[in-house]
């Protein structure tokens, strides 16, 4: 008898204990969405950002925190309505406290527009249109923004003797900010734009807007551009025999711009914010990573922004602990202050912007090496 | 007037006409004379540019050898592109289904389809990012003709057109061969009843207009020194819109009109923004299909 009721009372302590396991776990694990073109034009964009949110998250998890993180990817395609649609899919699910994405400032707007309403922290690692972060308070970003990056451009071309200059960028929400936060900035540095433009994304042969851009004489070229698009320009630039200075942005700085383009990317000006070289331990220990699962190439800046990314807000999880919710999560992440990442240290302002040192950048014998002017 | 800007916009224009061209060329084979539908000549285009791709990076051959490597897998997946996506749709030989338009339209989503899943291959296997082509093989060099800069390609691009036009004018006129693509494009109950292999020719057809195909990817890839799984997107629509100004079922009016394009195009950059140059491509078509129906060259139209 008294046997009979120790074997109960185990069994039913067994029972109790089992049961809280099983709701200590559902507690233990925290879902984020991670909304990003994985197919289509510009898959290989989020395919490196599944990457370096990869190497994030098997860090984070293998850390031994009291609580393991799921991220769940979604592929948007770069498409406004298929954004639209995962943001949806992304605020039914209970689960998920906090979202990352999407790519291009047109996406992630759309989609924040969903996240709007139902009060989902949204952090993207490259949405860079000003409009962006002013949608609501749930809107963050992870990179220097087209009002920051073109006054700073402006300034380092008008301390070097440009005066007249041409702008050209992709006919996108953010090729405009470049041209609109560029131009601004050279009126106001009383410099003059003498040729503003838009192309299409994935145009081949740009020499017919080369021509264009000759005929008005600019001392330089300012260029709103990715690397693909930009190792074309380049190399038709040098086809054309044109010698004129180009200036980009930190949108362009990846090494592919150089394997794409070879000689022709030589002496091109641009900034950034991420530096493969940096011999600082937590740079070294990403390159490494991203090496590792990449043949042996080196990350350009997007890569590093998504790690980043993908930190800052895994970060934020852990301070929304415990039993994170939306609003926790969102608080959590607006309260960022010096994040050591990889591409500097990141701190949210009040209106949830990353404020981000930009380096000088030149392209240098094959390299992009950093410039003091 | 004599502006040499203006001259330079032209060779540009002639120069992006061609390379519209030499995709047109294959695209109109098939989908225009044979009568056709085929959404998949764009991802040949885009295998025959990475069969170049990854020869170059294997073994280094000569320029030759790379091309005829193209070709080579070209011909492989237009035949396999046959099977696959239009040959069963041929399997029900009863006079309903041959004259059903229906039958014959389905192949649009068939060939829509193994075209979807071949870019998504591509991209599993080799990655969505631009792959370069190494430098020494890069047909690029600025050639100066006068005030006019042109590049190498330009030259080889015009002449692998021209070879191709002709070749396909000789073999469609002149040839038992080009008779029977026609009799088929024209009635295949009737072409059968004479007694032509109508299977035969369509893969015949289907295997060359793919190797023209491939040889524009490798072509185009080694110009412009990309090449990446979406490749064939840009080129095709434009393919698509030349053949339909050019009335379809004719070739030289396809490349006149692929000519019309790069030089429509490369002017407008001029007067518009650059942005707005993808509208006279579509803009073309739209006006074609309201005001010529049957295409700029479709009232000299042969029809067997």
Redesign the interface.
């Known amino acids: 008898m008294k046997f009979r009721l120790l074997t109960l009372t185990t069994l039913a302590a067994a029972g109790i204990a089992t049961g809280t396991a099983g709701s200590a776990f559902a507690a233990d694990t925290v879902k984020l969405g991670y909304q990003l073109p994985l197919?289509?034009?510009t898959?290989?964009y989020g395919?490196d950002f599944r990457k370096a949110a990869e190497i994030a998250l098997t860090e984070f998890n293998a850390a031994g925190k009291p609580f393991k993180v799921e991220i769940v990817f979604e592929d948007s395609r770069s498409d406004a309505k298929e954004g639209t649609n995962i943001a949806r899919k992304f605020v039914d699910d209970k689960e998920i406290v906090g979202v990352l994405g999407d790519f291009t400032s047109g996406v992630s707007m759309a989609a924040a527009q969903v996240y709007k309403d139902a009060g989902m922290p949204q952090l993207s690692q490259t949405a860079s249109h000003p409009d962006y972060t002013k949608i609501s308070k749930y809107q963050f970003r992870n990179i220097a923004t087209q009002a920051q990056e073109g006054p700073y451009n402006a300034k380092w071309m008008a301390a070097k003797g440009f005066k007249n200059v041409a702008v050209?960028a992709e006919?996108t929400d953010w090729g405009q900010s470049v041209v609109g936060g560029f131009s601004d900035a050279v009126k106001a540095n009383g410099g003059t734009v003498a040729f503003s433009?838009?192309?299409?994304r994935?145009?081949?042969?740009y020499?017919?807007?080369i021509?264009?851009i000759e005929?008005a004489k600019p001392d330089a070229i300012y260029t709103g551009f990715f690397?693909?698009d930009g190792?074309?320009f380049l190399?038709q630039l040098q086809?054309?025999?044109i010698k004129t200075p180009v200036y980009s942005t930190s949108a362009a700085y990846s090494p592919?711009l150089i394997?794409?383009a070879?000689?022709a990317a030589e002496g091109v000006h641009l900034t950034s914010n991420f530096l493969p070289t940096d011999p600082s331990p937590n740079v070294q220990h990403f390159v490494e990573e991203w090496k590792k699962r990449s043949d042996g190439a080196v990350p350009g800046q997007f890569p590093a922004q998504a790690y980043d990314a993908v930190r800052i807000m895994l970060a934020a999880v852990e301070r929304a602990q415990p039993s994170p919710t939306r609003e926790k999560v969102r608080d959590a992440l607006a309260q960022t202050r010096d994040f050591p990442g990889v591409t500097g240290k990141t701190t949210f302002s009040a209106d949830r912007e990353a404020e981000k040192d930009l380096v000088k950048v030149e392209v240098k014998g094959g390299a992009f090496v950093p410039v003091a002017e | 007037m004599f502006d040499p800007y203006y001259l330079q916009q032209l060779a540009i224009g002639l120069s992006l006409g061609m390379t519209y061209a030499l995709m047109a060329i294959g695209f109109t084979l098939i989908f225009g004379v044979l009568n056709v539908v085929n959404f998949a000549h764009g991802e040949i285009y885009t295998l025959g540019a990475f069969a170049g791709l990854v020869l170059i990076s294997a073994t280094a051959p000569p320029i030759v050898a790379v091309i005829l490597g193209a070709l080579a897998i070209g011909a492989l997946a237009g035949f396999s592109l046959e099977r696959i996506a239009f040959k069963p749709f041929r399997r029900f030989t009863d006079e309903a289904s041959l004259k059903s338009r229906a039958m014959r339209e389905s192949t649009l989503l068939s060939s829509l389809a193994v075209s979807i899943v071949v870019r998504e291959a591509l991209e599993i296997v080799f990655g969505s990012q631009m792959r370069s082509v190494p430098f020494d093989y890069l047909i690029n060099t600025p050639v100066r003709v006068g005030p006019v800069i042109l590049v190498t390609g330009d030259f080889i691009i015009f002449g692998v057109a021209a070879a191709m036009l002709i070749g396909l004018q000789y073999l469609l006129t002149r040839t038992r061969v080009g008779l029977a693509i026609r009799a088929v494009s024209n009635n295949p109950l009737g072409a059968k009843y004479v007694g032509i292999d109508t299977d035969r020719t369509i893969i015949t057809t289907f295997v060359v207009g793919s190797m023209m195909g491939a040889a524009a990817g490798i072509l185009m890839g080694l110009y412009y020194g990309a090449v990446f799984p979406a490749m064939g997107f840009t080129p095709g629509i434009k393919a698509f819109v030349a053949m339909v100004m050019g009335g379809l079922s004719s070739i030289p009016g396809a490349v006149i009109c692929a000519l019309i394009l790069g030089i429509s195009e490369s002017m407008a950059t001029t007067f518009v923004s650059s942005g707005w140059s993808d509208m006279v491509a579509y803009g073309f078509l739209i006006l074609t299909l309201i005001f010529f129906p049957n295409g700029l060259f479709g009232a000299r139209r042969e029809r067997v």
Do not use: H, V
């Open positions: 197919t289509g034009d898959a290989q395919q050209i006919q433009e838009f192309f299409n994935g145009l081949k042969d020499r017919s807007l021509s264009k005929r690397y693909e190792a074309q190399k086809q054309l025999g592919k394997e794409l070879g000689g």
